[in-house]
């Protein structure tokens, strides 16, 4: 079972408002990532880290940023929230080998007004 | 680009047997990988393939074949239980996962 941790699990907020997503995990994985869904579509990847202090964008031209001061804990913050980013957020970790699979967690789904 | 390709949607039988394709076209190949996601909920691993062949693992087998760009995910006696959507993802030349839209699979009794 993995043990990985999104809150909150559903969210609806107003324009313009800052919000944070936080992700944690125990399993002491070095690799974590927030990816983007919308129904029916593919996962985008918006950033990533492959450890404490590492932080990369991805391929998905996004406003919002991350941090990794602590190997377990991985949040999203969104500045100025905007209907456009009406989503769903999957926060996601692996080991540090290549071919390691992905243990997702329960995900965010933000509503934006 | 890089692309992955799936159907949208399958129908199949519950005890029935389903193949769902999947091609891909990346830069590099680093192994690839099916999930299965039930609606609302997060994707699970289900199988990894990064030699040509055949992987069983249950009633799920999954297929390589990386001259021709392609993978399959073979689900034999299909139970209810089994409705969801299957991603492939294909990990790059960067080792960068590239995910397909996935395939919707529907049993119907």
């Known amino acids: 079972e993995a043990d990985i941790y999104q809150t909150p699990r559903y969210l609806v907020i107003g324009t313009g408002k800052k919000i944070t997503l936080e992700c944690s995990q125990t399993m002491g994985h070095d690799k974590m990532y927030w990816y983007q869904q919308d129904p029916g579509m593919e996962l985008h990847l918006i950033h990533y880290?492959?450890?404490?202090?590492?932080?990369e964008k991805g391929d998905l031209s996004s406003e919002s940023t991350v941090s990794r001061i602590r190997t377990e804990h991985f949040p999203l913050t969104l500045e100025s929230a905007r209907p456009s980013h009406t989503s769903q957020y999957l926060c996601?970790?692996?080991?540090?080998?290549?071919?390691?699979?992905?243990?997702f967690g329960e995900g965010s789904r933000l509503t934006v007004l | 680009g890089q692309n992955i390709d799936q159907p949208t949607e399958m129908t199949a039988t519950e005890g029935a047997i389903v193949q769902i394709n999947c091609t891909y076209q990346?830069?590099?190949?680093?192994?690839l990988f099916w999930y299965q996601q039930h609606a609302g909920e997060a994707p699970t691993f289900l199988s990894y393939n990064v030699l040509d062949g055949l992987e069983e693992k249950g009633r799920f087998s999954s297929f390589l074949s990386r001259s021709k760009g392609y993978s399959y995910l073979l689900l034999k006696e299909l139970q209810m239980k089994d409705s969801a959507s299957y991603l492939c993802a294909v990990k790059d030349s960067n080792y960068q996962l590239i995910w397909g839209a996935g395939t919707k699979l529907i049993i119907k009794p």
């Open positions: 880290s492959y450890g404490v202090n590492s932080t």
């Open positions: 996601a970790s692996s080991e540090g080998r290549d071919t390691g699979e992905l243990f």
């Open positions: 990346t830069s590099g190949f680093n192994g």
